[in-house]
């Protein structure tokens, strides 16, 4: 779904982050093999890090607005949501199709003047396949990692019966809040809405506008430590027009008021969390960021499906629930050798690997 036609020109003609775009085609004589979306954007090279670098790095920006900010040449697009975009249905050309990438990203890079390229960004398991790029001098670093669940219980309460005590006390007592002791979505209105407990409501487009859904993101984007882009409110609108049959809307309200919600999608038996949006003044009364994961997860057993991809944020939460954390790598080349030897130098510091606990959760 995120290679089609329809998910791209949702970002394209919303002109996130003034970016522009280029896509590529490969075939083996008349069969297409390939295919990849590149854009090419501003990004800040203090994107990973955090600290005292990064109040550093703001510091000096006050004062030097492009410090550390570079152009770059992507094989992918200005969105981030863990997902790469090189799509290959024969991985016997891989190499070949490899070549051709790094040969047209190279051509567009000296026509446009983009001295930076990144190919992103790919799973553990998906490495060998990219390593390729290695011998066109691009270096691996780390990118945040993505987080994931399978989804192995018919229900929630065979999801709480299978969990450690301390974790199933921790997602009962917030279930409290909402006098619940398992997640309850409403259907088709906000019909039960009007008591003084928020409730969950799977909810229509008409319920939360992509107006409504780009301000409450615009709070979480406002908080977050890692930012690679910026959806507008443009984005939401082409989203919400381009792929109306391709996800579903789960939103936390009290009365008419959305206290968060999220955008989710189904393909090949996996639920993707996609984007939230969160009115951060409501959010800690209720726990309605947690009770809305809580919702997420039994929407996905609804749906019968069998992993949960919950994207790239708020590890901890997300692993006390049974997720996973998965590392994930992008690869990066800049044109000037000094520049790219200190950029390879420095990988620890700019790029850092990001250690997470692997709580045991289930018994």
């Known amino acids: 779904m995120f290679h089609t036609h329809r998910f791209i020109r949702a970002i394209e003609d919303a002109r996130v982050e003034n ?43 006050r004062f030097f607005p492009g410090f550390l900010k570079i152009k770059v040449l992507f094989c992918g697009l200005p969105i981030s949501i863990g997902k790469h975009c090189l799509a290959i249905s024969d991985l016997s050309r891989s190499k070949e199709i490899f070549d051709l990438l790094v040969r047209e990203m190279l051509e567009i890079g000296r026509a446009e003047n983009l001295r930076f390229m990144c190919v992103k960004e790919f799973l553990e398991g998906e490495l060998p396949m990219v390593e390729r790029l290695a011998e066109y001098k691009f270096f691996r670093a780390w990118s945040i990692p993505y987080v ?10 065979s999801y709480l019966a299978a969990m450690r005590h301390s974790y199933r ?144 944020t708020s590890y901890w939460l997300k692993q006390r629930l049974g997720g996973e954390c998965i590392p994930q790598f992008f690869y990066l080349r800049a044109e000037s050798r000094l520049i790219h030897f200190f950029l390879k130098a420095l990988r620890p510091v700019i790029f850092p690997g990001m250690k997470t606990p692997t709580p045991r959760v289930f018994r």
Request: a positive charge; proline letters at 3%.
């Open 148 to 157: 994931s669940m399978k989804i192995r219980w018919p229900d929630f309460q």
């Open 169 to 312: 006390r921790q997602i009962c007592r917030s279930l409290k809040k909402l006098g619940q002791s398992e997640p309850i979505i409403h259907t088709g209105t906000s019909s039960g809405t009007n008591g003084e407990k928020p409730v969950l409501i799977l909810a229509s487009p008409k319920l939360c506008t992509p107006k409504q859904f780009s301000g409450l993101y615009l709070e979480v984007m406002s908080r977050a430590k890692t930012k690679l882009e910026r959806l507008n409110e443009a984005f939401f609108e082409n989203f919400y027009k381009n792929m109306s049959n391709d996800f579903e809307l789960l939103a936390m309200m009290k009365g008419r008021e959305i206290l968060n919600v999220a955008l989710l999608t189904v393909q090949d038996k996996t639920m993707t969390f996609l984007l939230t949006g969160i009115d951060y003044s409501k959010r800690d009364e209720h726990n309605t960021y947690c009770n809305l994961l809580y919702g997420i997860i039994v929407r996905a057993m609804q749906r019968g499906c069998e992993r949960l991809d919950l994207g790239q």
């Open 19 to 61: 970016s522009r775009f280029w896509y590529l085609l490969f075939y083996q004589r008349e069969a297409l093999v390939g295919a990849a979306a590149l854009s090419a954007f501003v990004v800040s090279l203090d994107l990973f890090v955090a600290g005292i670098l990064q109040k550093l790095a703001g510091s000096i920006r």
